[in-house]
């Protein structure tokens, strides 16, 4: 989960009284979702679900980059690359029980760009 790491990159957000977050990951093969943030067997469960509806062992044709690269690709466009989140009163407003996740897809982890932009 990234909530806390994107709220530290956004010091200004503590002023903003209406306005909105967009996220955006320049990536194809990881994704970001807006999801359970208490329980901790969450992250897994979605992992394990995901890896059934794209497994890394199937025959696809894309396989360049090795066999999980064409699952990661799926599970990007099931999840995608943007979020836009409202905020009010210096806060992100989310759920209770909501939290940010960058998804990473590969088996092996990656450098990941994000870019915020703060509209107020």
Known sequence: ???NEVLE???EIDTVP???LHLFLQHTSASLS???NADPDVPGDLVMGLDRIAPDHFPYRHTVEGEDDMPA???SSLF???LTIPVGEGRLLL???QGIYLCEHRRIRHRRNLILTLMF
Do not use: C, F, Q, Y
Request: net charge neutral; charged share 10%.
């Open 95 to 97: 759920g209770t029980w």
């Open 73 to 75: 690709h799926l599970k």
């Open 1 to 3: 989960m990234i909530t």
């Open 34 to 36: 807006i999801n359970e």
């Open 80 to 82: 995608g690359v943007s």
């Open 9 to 11: 990159a956004l010091p």
């Open 18 to 20: 209406v306005g909105l």
